[in-house]
Nanobody, 123 residues
Framework: QVQLVESGGGLVQAGGSLRLSCAASGRTFGPYGMGWFRQAPGKEREFVASIRGRNTYYADSVKGRFTISRDNAENMVYLQMSSLKPDDTAVYYC??????????????????WGQGTQVTVSS
């Protein structure tokens, strides 16, 4: 059974940093894409960042502030978030795909999801 478990969320002041982690179990996702999405109250889930091989993709709203990385040996994916803004407040979800043909910028590219971790940025 595949599981994705996020951790690292919390409350941080604007301008601060957080590092989210996602631990995958049940299968290896080494060659496949993994990503982060977020959903703020009253809003739709939106793409944040994805990674497959050496390719990374970012939403314009986080480009230059967030960095996605992964450790295939540990089956982990990370999201380093810096210069956080109140608009970054959301539940952040880790996702994994078993497709080799998607860039992973759409939620429909993914077939596995974590339960989410809350990130709250105070002004």
């Amino acid at each position: 059974q595949v599981q994705l478990v996020e951790s690292g969320g919390g409350l941080v002041q604007a301008g601060g940093s957080l590092r989210l982690s996602c631990a995958a179990s049940g299968r290896t996702f080494g060659p496949y894409g993994m990503g982060w999405f977020r959903q703020a109250p009253g809003k739709e889930r939106e793409f944040v960042a994805s990674i497959r091989g050496r390719n990374t993709y970012y939403a314009d709203s986080v480009k230059g502030r967030f960095t996605i990385s992964r450790d295939n040996a540990e089956n982990m994916v990370y999201l380093q978030m810096s210069s956080l803004k109140p608009d970054d407040t959301a539940v952040y979800y880790c996702a994994a795909t078993t497709s080799l043909t998607v860039r992973g910028i759409s939620q429909y590219d993914y077939n596995y999801w974590g339960q989410g971790t809350q990130v709250t940025v105070s002004s």
